[in-house]
Structure formats: C-alpha cells, structure tokens
C-alpha cells in the first residue's frame, strides 16, 4: 500500500480490490483495507509536499485541512492493519512502477501542461465554476498534476483551496466506487465507512 501509494493510489486501490475477488479468507479483507488505505494516506503526503515546494501561501491555507484528512485515514489505516495483522491480502500481479521514471515524468508533465490550459479556459469561460469542474474530474483520477497545477495557476490562494478540496473529494468518491464496482466482501463495506469519514473530516476542516 506504501509503495504503492508512492506511485498511484488510484491504481493501488483498483489492483488490491481486484485481489478480493479470489477465494482468499475472510480475515484478508482488514489486510486489504489496510494497503488501500496506507495508499491513500501517501497521496495526501504526496499533496502536502508538492503544495508545499510549489505555493507557501497556499500551504499554509490548505495543511490544516489537509492533516486532519491524513490523521483520520492513518487511523482507519491502523485499525485494519492489526486486525489483519498476519492475514494473507491477494493482489493482480500488483507491480509498483517508479514515479520517477523518464516515462512517468514525460505523462505528468503533459497532463500538468494541458490542466494549466484547461484552469486558464475554464476560468475565461466560467468565472465563477469552471476552476472547480476542471478540478474535480482532474481529481477524480490524479491528484499529483491539479494539485501542481492549482498552485502554479493564479488562481487566488482561497479559491485554489476550495478547488484542490473538491478534487480530493473527487478523487476519494472515485476510488470509493472503485472498490464497491470491483472488489468483494467486507472490503467493500470498511472502504465505505472510511470514505465518508474522510468526506466528514473534509467537509469540518474546510
């Protein structure tokens, strides 16, 4: 989940659900929760970094927000970690791709180009809700480049808060659905109860 989640929590969440559909025990279903969640918890240390190397300012609106969401998904974290301590979790060849790559590095920077486009338009276009709809399906799937975006974009320190916030939503509500669409069992009821609190704690924090 920690390596994973270095690299796509997105796809870390699709590939443990997956893992779940075999005949594994009952038990694996806490170790599953507990990798995806750990995954999620490095997309938001990966958003603090990158808001933090990019935009001060903008750090220091959005972190508190931003560290009560890590605090209440390394708790979940936690929980399913040692109630699955020891029980064995199925993955689909999970393989963690290095972020750091050449490839890697030339598909966020085309993605960050074409996000800076699309705030710039949207913004034209739509003054008062286009930022927040080009976030929130950006987010849905990768939170790494809007983030960057957002904090490179002129886009005023509150409304590039409030735009980051709804992408994380958009992002936590997708891989949420992800997990009720493909994986099995419990998994699907503990990733469930843990979105909303993280959507709670979002919404409070804001």
Do not use: Q
Request: charged share 15%.
């Amino acid at each position: 989940g920690v390596a994973g989640g270095l690299a796509s929590s997105t796809a870390t969440t699709l590939n443990i659900a997956r893992g779940t559909r075999g005949r594994a025990p009952a038990g694996s279903a806490d170790a599953a929760c507990a990798g995806v969640l750990l995954a999620w918890l490095m997309m938001v240390v990966r958003v603090m970094a990158i808001v933090f190397a990019a935009n001060r300012g903008l750090f220091a609106v959005a972190w508190p927000a931003l560290a009560a969401l890590g605090a209440v998904t390394a708790l979940f974290a936690a929980r399913h970690y040692l109630r699955g301590a020891g029980d064995p979790v199925a993955t689909d060849d999970l393989s963690v791709k290095n972020p750091f790559s050449m490839a890697s590095a030339m598909r966020f920077g085309a993605l960050f180009a074409v996000l800076l486009i699309a705030i710039r338009l949207a913004g034209r276009a739509l003054p008062s809700s286009g930022l927040y709809v080009v976030s929130g399906l950006a987010g849905a799937l990768d939170m790494d480049a809007i983030t960057l975006s957002l904090a490179s974009g002129g886009a005023g320190l509150e409304r590039a808060a409030a735009a980051r916030g709804g992408a994380r939503r958009a992002n936590t509500a997708f891989k949420c659905a992800t997990v009720l669409v493909v994986g099995r069992g419990a998994m699907r009821r503990h990733i469930a109860l843990a979105s909303a609190a993280i959507a709670v704690t979002g919404i409070l924090a804001a």
